[in-house]
């Protein structure tokens, strides 16, 4: 949509796809990003290698305006999220001077190497941080970097997020009693006439009162009501539950 910002999601870790642990961060950056009217485009799910990781970052930050990578930028081993990003763009690691000095009042006389890993970052990047987080959030060029502890991009995330408000989403959901093969063609036919609006045909199993939920969206108000009329008037009217 010719209105819209875009993103991409980089989920980093081998964690997920080992199946170890369930993915809850790409689930909750969509659903946010779609409520501030940023349209996401992506999603990927990638290994803790450097190679990959660099190659990921530099893809998405070309293609999209805001990039969200979650995971590996702690102390340990696997923890290559900084490094994979600096490779991918040319550019040394260098120790921020800001996260060091957080790091060293935070840790006192803990602090250590491992620990001092973490003011590592891509040279040219900028923090952002208030009182209000543990730990600041990194920032090369358009990609935000996060945590992949789910309570901590979580709670990132919320502190930044107005940052990225835009246009609105407009939605309506048209819940219907009918098989999508009942309503396929008149579907796909207003799809075609709308170029200005986005579609959803969701099967629901389970439900009593409805048999699947079209969803319809746009960033103009005017065209996802006409959509949404046109729509009513091919659909068989003893098949609309109702629309919301």
Known sequence: MEN?????IIIIGNEILSGKVRDANSYFLAGELRGLGVDVRRISVIPDET??????????????DYVFTSGGVGPTHDDVTMSGIAKGFGVPLVVHPQIE?????????????????MAEVPEGSEIIFNDAMRFPVTLYR????????????TSKFTLIRERFRTSAFYLRRIFLSAHESE??????????????????????????????????????????????????????????????
């Open 4 to 8: 819209s910002k875009t993103a991409g």
């Open 101 to 117: 000095k957080f790091l060293a009042a935070r840790f006192g006389r803990s602090l250590n190497d491992a620990v001092l890993k």
């Open 51 to 64: 190679e990959i990781i660099g190659r990921e970052a530099v893809e998405f930050s070309g293609r999209y």
């Open 142 to 153: 358009n990609i935000y970097i996060f945590p992949g502890i789910p309570e901590y991009l």
């Open 183 to 244: 309503f396929a063609e008149s579907l796909n036919l207003i799809v075609s006439e709308n170029p200005e609006v986005q579609f959803g045909s969701y099967p629901v199993t389970g439900d009593g009162e409805f048999r699947v939920i079209v969803t319809v969206e746009s960033k103009s108000e005017s065209a996802l009501t006409s959509a949404v009329n046109a729509l009513k008037d091919r659909l068989p009217r003893e098949a609309v539950v109702r629309i919301e």
